[in-house]
């Protein structure tokens, strides 16, 4: 499969707790986006790197949010102290520069539920 | 600041077209875009359209441009219970060095046998 790949599919975690997912992209892609996705509505964007540098943040990114992309192929996304307001579906994409940028491949999304 | 929306529901009988619409705010935007995603899953690309574009066709579907008006639209033909899913119109705007997407929050389209 060389679609977008994100870990895990779900995650349930106490309030408080750190929580960290992953996304693979499609390997020659190297624009990385985080999008949050609450339930009836539409994706939001979080972050994006080129390569392993991290461009872009919104600022729905708080301060207990951050991302890597260590050597510009996998990224994380961890999430500290989680509260409740951060149960959500959290989408990773990829596209290619340079003309790509028409065209961004979403993963299957981790659903994150905080009780 | 920037803003897609979208009607929230559609309902179709199986064999009919679908016309899903869209307006957005940023002039900029180069592409616009289509996905669906089904329950649980992720969003799938179904087509996009460059900005200077009226119309661009493929296969079933059909996407429509105004760019003075601001208005999408998605027309799918001969409308299948698998095309039972959620539309997310989408733009893509500048901001800093990078083109982000702006989503709608989607139309729910019911196909009905």
């Known amino acids: 499969d060389t679609g977008v790949s994100q870990n895990p599919r779900h995650k349930i975690t106490k309030r408080g707790q750190n929580v960290t997912f992953r996304c693979d992209p499609i390997?020659?892609?190297?624009?990385l986006y985080w999008y949050r996705q609450t339930l009836g509505q539409g994706p939001e964007f979080l972050t994006y790197?080129?390569?392993?540098?991290?461009?872009?943040k919104s600022r729905l990114l708080s301060d207990r949010f951050s991302a890597e992309r260590p050597k510009g192929s996998f990224s994380t996304l961890e999430i500290q102290r989680t509260e409740q307001g951060d149960s959500a579906m959290y989408l990773c994409?990829?596209?290619?520069?340079?003309?790509?940028?028409?065209?961004?491949?979403f993963g299957q999304g981790t659903r994150l539920t905080v009780v | 600041g920037e803003d897609v929306e979208q009607s929230l529901f559609l309902s179709v009988r199986e064999g009919d077209s679908s016309v899903i619409n869209c307006t957005y705010t940023?002039?900029?935007?180069?592409?616009l875009y289509w996905y669906k995603q089904e329950p649980g899953a992720g969003l799938q690309l179904l087509t996009y359209i460059f900005s200077n574009m009226d119309m661009k066709q493929d296969q079933r579907l059909t996407v429509l441009l105004n760019k003075k008006d601001k208005h999408l639209s998605l027309r799918i033909a001969d409308t299948q219970t698998g095309d039972s899913a959620i539309y997310f119109c989408?733009?893509?705007?500048?901001?800093?060095?990078?083109?982000?997407?702006?989503f709608g929050s989607g139309t729910q389209l019911t196909v009905l046998p």
């Open positions: 989408a733009e893509n705007f500048a901001s800093g060095s990078a083109r982000q997407l702006t």
């Open positions: 994409a990829s596209s290619l520069r340079g003309g790509g940028e028409r065209e961004a491949f």
């Open positions: 390997s020659e892609h190297n624009r």
């Open positions: 790197f080129q390569n392993e540098a991290q461009l872009e």
């Open positions: 940023d002039s900029s935007s180069t592409y």
